[in-house]
């Protein structure tokens, strides 16, 4: 199984409504975070989570919410959706080991697309 | 301003040779790099990570270097195979706790 899986992987919706992607991992790291990767922009975080109780924004949240549901889980919600938030989307999960040196672990990504 | 920036044009080589990525950045100083792999319609895929006091750092095929000084990171395959084809993407750490700034990648070919 993967240790970390994005639902839906693929989602068509109409600007306006609300949309919200789902992350989880098993493993059992503490920080999650959610980009969005355009062409030519590559990948851009949109907010991070250091913890359950830890929220933060990052380069462009503006149009986004996220919940952190529990150490494994962090949504990503779209309250009206627009064309422009057409984007590939990406959840991403790092331990706190290392003075928070280590990798980012990726899920497979959700395509959204908004009409 | 501050910016990371990698070759946005595809590179394409022959296999068995060396493909050299570059990956420049202004006003920052990171402690240091990572490169990731990432294949179409999937997620990146950490490859390598050097800090700022090392010059090198090797993994099977793979080199990165780190010049502080010019502010720019080069990522080498050697003996490049087709299956090496994929887009390459640099991201450097803006401030100590893990959050990655990425450049916008580099796409690889190679060529049979």
């Known amino acids: 199984d993967a240790d970390v899986t994005q639902t839906p992987r693929n989602r068509i919706t109409k600007t306006g409504k609300r949309i919200m992607l789902e992350c989880s991992q098993t493993?059992?790291?503490?920080?999650m975070y959610w980009y969005r990767q355009d062409p030519g922009l590559g990948l851009r975080l949109i907010y991070y989570?250091?913890?359950?109780?830890?929220?933060n924004k990052g380069e462009i949240s503006d149009g986004y919410s996220v919940s952190r549901q529990a150490q494994a889980k962090f949504s990503l919600s779209l309250e009206s959706a627009i064309p422009n938030q057409t984007a590939l989307y990406f959840c991403?999960?790092?331990?706190?080991?290392?003075?928070?040196?280590?990798?980012?672990?990726f899920g497979p990504g959700t395509r959204l697309t908004v009409l | 301003s501050q910016k990371i920036e990698q070759n946005s044009e595809a590179l394409n080589i022959q296999e068995g040779k060396t493909a050299t990525l570059t990956c420049n950045y202004t006003n920052y100083s990171p402690a240091y790099l990572q490169w990731y792999r990432q294949d179409p319609g999937r997620g990146p895929v950490f490859l390598l990570l050097i800090r700022e006091n090392e010059k090198e750092k090797r993994k099977e095929r793979l080199k990165v270097t780190f010049d502080t000084t010019l502010k720019q990171s080069l990522f080498h395959i050697t003996a490049s195979q087709p299956a090496d084809s994929a887009t390459y993407l640099c991201?450097?750490?803006?401030?100590?706790?893990?959050?990655?700034?990425f450049g916008q990648g580099t796409e690889l070919s190679v060529k049979p």
């Open positions: 991201a450097l750490v803006a401030n100590q706790g893990g959050k990655l700034i």
């Open positions: 493993k059992g790291h503490d920080r």
């Open positions: 989570s250091f913890d359950v109780k830890d929220i």
């Open positions: 991403a999960t790092s331990d706190t080991t290392s003075g928070g040196y280590n990798e980012q672990f």
